[in-house]
């Protein structure tokens, strides 16, 4: 994804004015409508389109899942999974994903973030030694660095720049890969998380990651 830059144009006024007003029903600024208008123009992807294109994709293949339903508002830069919890007075987690305005190399594309919303001292516990579980056995298994911070209701983790497991190709991945690796890491981090509640220790978690990670095509 490119870089912006800062450019100085002449404009009518009334092409203005008539970009503002179409601005604020998009629920965008003036400098990205504009970028939008030239860049189709031209046939060129802003990366706002990008992100919208891996955002929609993703929300097509959490349509298919019964344990995560996606809500995403098209031209945003998040989007949120809701998933429900076997456990008393059944709580929610939202999934959220915020990717960034440029994709680099070497740098973070965005951030996965677990809200949790509840109560109770006792699952708020169990979440906890989850999260900090998930950090060690990725330290130790995943061969790139991220970060994590956790609160008392959140739960982040840095998604990295994705790469081909495996691969010599250095090419960036399309919208689908993206969408893809992302949806399938989410989709682990829930289906680990609700074995964990139902009893399954850290071993049983680590082979869980393992044997998720022997069949990953793009790491993030």
């Given amino acids: 994804m490119s870089k912006k830059t800062l450019y100085s144009l002449m404009l009518s006024e009334d092409v203005m004015r008539e970009i503002d007003a179409l601005a604020h029903r998009m ?28 955002f929609t994709t993703m929300e097509q293949l959490f349509s298919t899942s019964r344990e995560l339903v996606p809500l995403f508002t098209p031209n945003t830069q998040r989007v949120t999974v809701r998933s429900s919890l076997a456990y008393k007075y059944h709580p929610t987690l939202r999934y959220e994903v915020e990717l960034e305005h440029g994709f680099y190399p070497g740098e973070p594309i965005g951030t996965l973030m677990v809200n949790f919303r509840t109560q109770s001292q006792g699952l708020l516990e169990l979440l906890g030694r989850f999260f900090r579980c998930l950090s060690r056995i990725e330290d130790r298994l995943l061969p790139m660095d991220v970060a ?23 090419a960036p991945l399309d919208a689908e890969e993206i969408s893809k690796a992302i949806t399938d890491y989410v989709s682990l981090i829930d289906k680990m998380l609700k074995a964990c509640i139902g009893g399954a220790d850290a071993a049983t978690l680590t082979d869980m990651y393992a044997a998720d990670l022997a069949g990953r095509r793009v790491l993030l």
């Fill in 27 to 54: 629920g965008t600024n003036r400098s990205n409508l504009v970028n939008l208008i030239l860049a189709e123009r031209v046939e060129v992807k802003t990366p706002e389109q990008q992100i919208n294109d891996i």
């Fill in 148 to 170: 994590y911070t956790m609160d008392n209701a959140r739960f982040t983790r840095t998604l990295s720049y994705p790469v081909k497991q495996n691969s010599t190709d250095n």
